[in-house]
């Protein structure tokens, strides 16, 4: 089984290992993180953990602007993936975002088809691109919207 809380900075260690084997080079940093989960009042960042072993498997993060929220981060390590976590997570704060009355925006590698079906699925709709977004690896991104439930 899987639990959904709140990440903490002990989570950390285990958030940067699955940064390195989902989005290497483009990875967050440590400190990245630190300075999210030091804004609690504007961010919302869970992690899906193993029930039986408390390992962090997965994980995510919102942001709240003023007039929309923007999926900041969510991964699955690969050995979990297919297992609906990572559709757990981001309905969990899709909920959030719709609770706020906010559409939630977000960015997806432009070569990662399979990413932006699982977006699409969820009502999400492409709405632009940035070129280059991903500094390190110079890859571009799709801009996806989705409009808050009403």
Do not use: C, N
């Amino acid at each position: 089984m899987i639990a959904l809380r709140a990440m903490t900075v002990d989570d950390l260690p285990q958030v940067m290992e699955l940064e390195e084997e989902l989005f290497a080079p483009d990875t967050w940093t440590e400190w990245m993180y630190r300075d999210e989960l030091a804004r609690p009042d504007t961010r919302h960042y869970l992690v899906a953990a193993d029930d039986a072993t408390g390992a962090v498997v997965g994980y995510a993060g919102l942001i709240a602007y003023d007039d929309e929220a923007h999926l900041a981060a969510i991964g699955v390590t690969g050995a979990r993936q297919g297992q609906r976590i990572g559709a757990l997570l981001l309905d969990t704060l899709l909920a959030e975002a719709d609770r706020k009355g906010k559409p939630v925006l977000l960015e997806v590698r432009a070569d990662d088809e399979a990413t932006q079906g699982f977006y699409r699925r969820r009502g999400f709709t492409e709405v632009g691109r940035r070129p280059r977004y991903y500094p390190l690896s110079g890859k571009d991104a799709v801009v996806m919207l989705r409009e808050a439930a009403r």
